[in-house]
Structure formats: C-alpha cells, structure tokens
C-alpha cells in the first residue's frame, strides 16, 4: 500500500514538478501536495504542515536560500531538498550550510526516494533528540530542585577530592576560612572514610563537628558511594543532618531520667519502709486472739499494705529497666528452678482462692541467659495475675517448652480460665496504668503496671510477649526467651 507523503513542491515549471511527483509514486509514495512559486505562497504552503519540502533551487521570485531563511523565520523543523537543472559544488555546498537535508539533480531522480527517507528519519531522530533533551533539562532541574531544597546539607566529590556537588543547605552552613572550615574540604586527598566507599562499603555513617556562625554543631553523617551506568563507584556522596537540637534534647532527657531514677527510688525507699514495718506488725496482729471485727480490720490493713508493697516493687523495676541501670543480664536461669520459685511464692495465694495449678514443663530445657531476679518478676507477675482474675475452682497452666528445635528459645506460656480479655482491649494491654473495662468494674484489685513490667523485662532480654485471649474465656500470655545454645551461648530472637 502507498505509503502517504504530504509534499510541498516549490517549483514554477509544472512539467518538472509530475516528473518528481511520478517519481514518488514509483517509489511507493501517495503524494499530497501543494505547488509554489512564490514566497507568499511557500509561507501558505508551511502552514499545511508538509512532511518535506522540495525545492527547485532557482525560481522568478524566490530561490532555495530564500526558502531556507524563510523556514529558519517560521522555526520550522521540515526537511528540505534543493531539487535542480543544474548545480556547481559550491551552490550544493552553500545549500548544505544554510539547512539542506539534500541536494539532486533533476536528471537524476533515482536518488529522490532514498533522499526524502533519509531526510524524513534525521528528522524523526531530531525530534527524539529534543525530547530527550528537554526531559533531561526537566530531570536535571528537579533533581537539582530536590537536592538544593533538602532539608540537610549534600556534598559530592570525586576520586581525587574534588568537589562535583555541593547544595544551598551545604553551602549555607559551610564555615570560611581556615578557623571554622570543614577538614573534608581543606584538602584535595580522600579520608579513610571516603575512600572505604570507593573500595565497597555501602554506606558510612558517624558524627561530625563543624563550626557554624561561631558556634559548634553536631551533624549526623552519612557517605555513600555513587556509581554510573556500569557500575563503577566513581564519586563520594556525603549527607550532613545537624542533630545539634537532637542531641541536647538527648542530653536534658537523660538528665530528667537521671532525676526521675533518683526520685522515684527514693519515694521508693521511703514508702518500702514504712510499708513494711506495717505488715510485719499487720501479719503478727492476724496470729494474735483479735476478734472477728478487729481482724478483719487488720486483714484490710494487711491487704492494702501488701499492694502497696507490690506497687512500690513495680515501679522500681519500671524505673530501673527506663534508666538502665546496670544489671547482672550474664546470669544462667534454670528455667524449672524459675517457675518452682514463682509457684512457691503464689501457693498461699492459690490455695486460698481455691485456685489449681498444673505445670507442664518439657524435660531438660536449655538455660536462660539474663537477670534471674528481674526473670522472676515477669513469672510472679503474670502468675499473679492468672491467679488474681480466675474465680475458685479455676484451673491455672504454666507451660515451658522449645516451639522450634532449629532456634534456641524457650516458650513460657501462663494460661487461666478467668474473665477474659476482650479483642478490643488487647493492644492497650501492656500500656503502663491500663485496666481492663472488667477489671474495673468487678472491682479487681491491681496497678496497671504489672504487665508494663513484664513487657519491658521481656523486651530487655531481647525476648518477645503476646496474648490470646477473648471475653470469658480465659487468658494465654506467651512469653518467648532466647536461650543458650548447645555451645553455650545465648542467641538473640
């Protein structure tokens, strides 16, 4: 099928001009096209959009430079072919400067479908050209958009040292002269650091200080490699994030945990003791001959004491585990040995609630590693409060076991038959102060900071904690440690 070509023919002889229109046809061409002879007419016949234009050389009232000029005036990207009788190379090479796709000879239209392909592909190429031109301009200005406007200082340098990038912010906060001046710009050689990322490393992160306005300044840096198309590492990318504010908000909130630590121990000490010279006397009192009014009297004295104490514990840990303060985490913990002791400390409790205990520990289990006392406090606490939310006649189950032969790790799990913990109330479960909605209206007594305890204890051990539960059908708080390996060392989750 032909192949449509819309033609502006700029000819004033319409005998040459079917020559060169049969010409097209034989080669494979449906022309649509329009005749000129003059410059109002080609100016016309730009218009209509052609896709080429063949151009006798010499007309009455124009020539081919004209019609070069003219198309260069109306910033039109169409090919033109000088067509003519006879041309010396200088007239061919004249048009060839001013714009000419091409140039033939009239006796010698062989070469005018060739011509016109050959014109009409430079100019598909042209257009390509151009867009990939301008969408790199428009990549190049985004990105250096992005990059002025970042919110931390950029810096880009080669192999050798020499700067390639530098952005507003960089630019903004780089000191001058010698006093306050960066060192990674005081020489053209790399540092240890640059040059690691040209030799493989990923990435290099540190603390830098440099001196702003007077004023030293804390930056975060990190240095990336920046490799082209083939891969090579070519060049070091280095981002400066000023973490000046960060850190003395570090610095004060360390401080106010320092004070808070020391407050809260203190309160601590003060309440614990008198707290237990009250159940001393309170538990002699009870083994005493009160009467019934006077020892249930001592029994509430006795009770809330004991709450008291229990809060006071809790908090204690809470602030011991915020602050970090140091603790034995070296230990070996049996774990058997860990859920006896528990037990042996709730047994009272158990048994004067009517409560039964069933253990199901798998032989042989490997050691904790970590603090026994804090290990301790997360089983008392969750035994506690198994046994606190069961009513009589309540079954309680403390499991022990490895999920997972190929990971070294123990699974504590302490399941009651109690109230229950609605869906809805799971995730605010180890928020320090939160009851449950039924806690709180069976007027069950407790802080709110057990369970905060045993997540942060767990948590600090590298472990993790979870629950299944729903309303009236019990509770199952599992509990997962990392224990010692057959080499005897502990292996984190």
Not at 33 to 60: H, K, M, N
Request: hydrophobic fraction near 40%; charge should be negative.
């Amino acid at each position: 099928m032909p192949s449509p070509l819309r033609l502006l023919l700029v000819e004033d002889r319409p005998d040459d001009a079917e020559l060169l229109l049969l010409e097209l046809k034989r080669a494979g061409y449906q022309p649509i096209w329009t005749r000129a002879e003059t410059p109002e007419e080609f100016v016309a016949g730009l218009a209509e959009q052609p896709d080429i234009v063949l151009c006798d050389y010499s007309l009455p009232a124009m020539t081919a430079p004209d019609a070069l000029r003219m198309l260069q005036e109306q910033q039109q990207d169409i090919p033109l072919i000088v067509v003519s009788g006879v041309m010396d190379e200088d007239t061919c090479v004249n048009s060839l400067r001013l714009g000419a796709s091409d140039y033939l000879l009239k006796d010698r239209l062989v070469r005018l479908a060739p011509a016109i392909e050959h014109a009409l592909a430079k100019r598909r190429l042209s257009a390509q050209a151009r867009v990939i031109e301008q969408q790199s301009r428009e990549t190049a200005e985004i990105l250096r958009g992005v990059v002025d406007h970042a919110p931390a200082a950029i810096c880009v340098r080669d192999a050798t040292g020499r700067t390639l990038l530098t952005n507003t912010e960089f630019d903004r906060l780089r000191p001058t002269g010698n006093g306050g001046r960066p060192a990674v710009l005081d020489r053209r050689k790399l540092t240890s650091v640059e040059q690691a990322c040209l030799d493989g490393a990923d990435k290099v992160e540190g603390e830098e200080i440099w001196s702003v306005d007077g004023e030293d300044r804390t930056f975060l840096t990190v240095r990336y490699p920046v490799v082209d198309g083939s891969g090579r590492r070519f060049a070091i990318g280095a981002i400066y994030v000023d973490i000046t504010r960060q850190k003395q908000v570090e610095e004060e909130l360390r401080e106010l945990d320092r004070m808070k630590g020391e407050f809260v121990a203190t309160v601590s000490h003060e309440l614990r003791t008198p707290l237990t010279s009250i159940t001393g006397y309170a538990e002699m009192l009870l083994a005493g001959d009160a009467d019934p009014v006077h020892t249930k009297m001592i029994e509430v004295i006795d009770r809330n004491s004991r709450r008291l104490l229990t809060l006071v514990e809790d908090l204690l840990t809470l602030s011991r585990v915020d602050s970090n303060i140091a603790a034995r985490m070296d230990e070996q913990v049996d774990v058997a040995e860990l859920v006896n002791t528990a037990v042996g400390v709730l047994t009272p409790a158990m048994e004067s609630q009517g409560v039964e205990l069933q253990l199901q520990l798998m032989p042989a289990l490997p050691h904790l590693i970590g603090n026994r006392s804090q290990l301790e406090r997360v089983l008392l606490n969750l035994l506690s409060n198994a046994v606190k939310f069961s009513t009589a006649g309540g079954l309680v189950t403390i499991a022990a076991s490895v999920p997972d032969i190929s990971r070294p790790a123990v699974e504590i799990r302490v399941k009651d038959s109690g109230i229950g913990i609605p869906v809805e109330e799971q995730d605010q479960l180890f928020t320090r102060f939160f009851r449950t909605e039924q806690a709180r209206h069976q007027a069950i007594q407790g802080t709110g900071l057990g369970l905060a305890v045993v997540r942060q204890i767990v948590e600090g051990h590298h472990g993790t904690i979870g629950v299944e539960s729903a309303a009236d059908e019990g509770a199952t708080f599992i509990v997962t440690l990392p224990a010692m390996n057959p080499a005897g060392l502990a292996v984190r989750l």
